[in-house]
């Protein structure tokens, strides 16, 4: 099964944005988002390095507590 992660876009280059999520950073590819405005502070849906949607703070969140809850069930062993 595969996620897409919620990330915050901190800078932009090009179709190049480093964007950060729970701490970590990483170098996302915007090519496939060239239709949308991308700027720094933007929330982006990234899989496999590529950012595939434009998403609100509110939905980032959203999908993060749902991500975080996952992560716990399975650190606790629980389904």
């Known amino acids: 099964m595969c996620f897409g992660i919620p ?12 964007c950060e999520a729970k701490g970590v950073e990483r170098e996302v590819n915007l090519f496939m988002l060239q ?3 991308i700027e720094v502070g933007d929330y982006v849906v990234v899989h496999l390095g590529q ?5 609100s703070a509110e939905r980032a969140m959203e999908a993060w507590e749902i991500y975080d ?3 716990a ?4 062993g629980a389904g």
Do not use: N, P, Y
């Open 7 to 18: 990330m915050q876009v901190r800078s932009v280059d090009g179709f190049l944005a480093r």
């Open 51 to 55: 950012a595939v949607e434009k998403v």
């Open 35 to 37: 239709h949308e405005t």
């Open 69 to 71: 809850a996952m992560l």
């Open 73 to 76: 069930s399975a650190e606790s």
